[in-house]
């Protein structure tokens, strides 16, 4: 290989150790810009496009897209009930050409007012199975224990749903069809059946023995020929949509040989770092530590575990331990390699992951990863704009997630003093930096009764007012010679303090 090539390699490499939480002097932020329940209208690129340098001037560095491609249901598919791969809403295929959310010429569209904006894309990318199969094929198959997919029932003969053609594409940047051969297993009517002569990937999460199998057609990731078309689909998409990044789908149901061996081919193919993070569903660190050692380390994940608290302390009735926020989470042992979050379109209500954040301690959840150092924060669309669907509403909070987007854009930089010590009112503290004017800030999180903790924000501040952006508190404090002030926090409730 020549040494520019190995340079070229070993920069990516060097590259995808990092998060992109920090870009330079600013603070990365993520949006999901997507909730379950987005119409169906085929306007949502639009609105992606027009919303574009709103996003950047808030401080949005990185926008998580929807997967784009045509789903079984047609234009009722979020998107996660892969049908066509190529089809980003171009062809006629499933009762429509555009897609939930557009036309591919919209999509394209969108990402290209985002990059004007500077704005990044992360596509969500979804592996792990189809749906809404061309035609069905008479094959052999073994029914299957759903609680240990290691346990065999009997084999027989079955009409299942395996052949994929697309016949709408007509071959248009991919000849590859799709039959029984390059997947693993299939259900029906709550059964699952393995399909003869094959065998769960390995490297899977270890959960009802086997958790290689989630939904639909399987695919399996020990055919070759399956992994091949995969890297060219990559490839394919990730130039034509000109993307930035992934966020991936099920990654506990897909062997960690495969995205390891993926990744490392779409970033020598592509040139580019192309951030990634995994959607590995547990609240156990050690699952989330297992996956990240697997794949070399070669991916970032949602810290789980950290949204598993803020739902707890929401519905703790003021029992819940502040102090030990933050510990045993993904964010406390690998900073880097961690995504927070809140909430999203898995944990919204209505959806299989919840509960959600319980909605008075949402803003403080988002105090937390948008103030703090450690961490890569998302926030989701639903939370900032609201879901207005009956019986599972989310109130919006875009005033508050604006006032704390604006801290964390502007604000939040330097070292950080941590004050955990307390079962209801913790803080920290930002020092601030010289690139970022009145950069400095103290945060006050509180589950419990009003009350006020002492709190060091560096002595270049003495003699500086702080008061409360949030205008939760009308209590203003000035610093003490040695950097210290006593911060008021109300019951219940939040202060993020800033120079005035």
Not at 96 to 125: E, M
Not at 161 to 181: A, E, I, L, M, V
């Amino acid at each position: 290989m020549k040494k520019k090539a190995v340079l070229s390699l070993v920069l990516i490499a060097l590259l995808s150790i990092n998060s992109c939480m920090v870009f330079g002097s600013f603070n990365g932020t993520i949006m999901q810009y997507f909730e379950w329940y987005n119409s169906n209208d085929g306007q949502h690129w639009n609105k992606v496009a027009n919303d574009a340098k709103h996003l950047s001037d808030l401080g949005i560095t990185a926008v998580w897209l929807p997967p784009a491609y045509k789903g079984h249901s047609g234009i009722n598919d979020v998107g996660y009930g892969v049908y066509d791969l190529y089809d980003l809403g171009e062809f006629n295929q499933k009762g429509t050409v555009r897609t939930k959310y557009g036309t591919k010429d919209q999509y394209l569209n969108a990402i290209n007012q985002l990059h004007k904006n500077n704005v990044q894309v992360y596509a969500d990318i979804v592996l792990n199975h189809k749906m809404g199969n061309d035609y069905n094929e008479n094959i052999t198959v073994t029914e299957v224990n759903p609680r240990n997919r290691y346990e065999n029932y009997s084999t027989f003969t079955k009409n299942c749903p395996t052949g994929y053609t697309f016949p709408g594409r007509n071959g248009k940047y991919s000849t590859f069809t799709w039959n029984h051969t390059h997947f693993d297993g299939i259900d029906d009517y709550g059964k699952i059946y393995r399909i003869y002569g094959r065998s769960w990937d390995n490297n899977v999460d270890w959960e009802n023995g086997n958790y290689d199998y989630l939904m639909g057609a399987d695919l399996d990731m020990q055919n070759s020929t399956v992994v091949n078309e995969l890297k060219n689909w990559g490839n394919w998409y990730t130039s034509f949509a000109k993307l930035d990044g992934y966020r991936v789908d099920a990654i506990k149901h897909i062997s960690t040989d495969f995205y390891s061996d993926w990744l490392d081919n779409q970033r020598s193919v592509s040139g580019k770092e192309l951030f990634t993070v995994g959607e590995y569903w547990s609240a156990d660190l050690s699952r989330l530590e297992n996956y990240l050692k697997k794949t070399n380390y070669k991916m970032s994940l949602f810290d789980v575990p950290l949204h598993s608290q803020f739902v707890s302390i929401s519905y703790g009735n003021g029992n819940f331990d502040m102090g030990s926020l933050g510990q045993n989470t993904l964010t406390k042992k690998h900073s880097t390699k961690s995504v927070t979050f809140v909430d999203n379109h898995d944990s919204q209500p209505g959806q299989m992951l919840g509960p959600s954040v319980n909605e008075w301690f949402k803003p403080q959840a988002y105090a937390y990863i948008l103030t703090r150092q450690e961490g890569y924060p998302c926030v989701f669309y639903g939370d900032y704009y609201g879901v207005s669907e009956p019986g599972k509403t989310i109130a919006s909070i875009k005033e508050r997630l604006d006032v704390l987007l604006k801290v964390r854009k502007d604000l939040a930089f330097g070292y950080q003093r941590d004050y955990f010590d307390h079962k209801d009112i913790i803080g920290w503290t930002r020092e601030g930096d010289s690139e970022h004017h009145k950069s400095g800030i103290a945060v006050l999180l509180n589950d419990g009764p009003q009350g006020s903790k002492w709190m060091c924000v560096g002595k270049k501040h003495a003699g500086k007012v702080f008061y409360d952006i949030t205008g939760n508190s009308s209590h203003t404090v000035t610093i003490n010679n040695d950097g210290w002030a006593e911060f008021k926090v109300g019951g219940g409730s939040y202060s993020v303090y800033v120079i005035r």
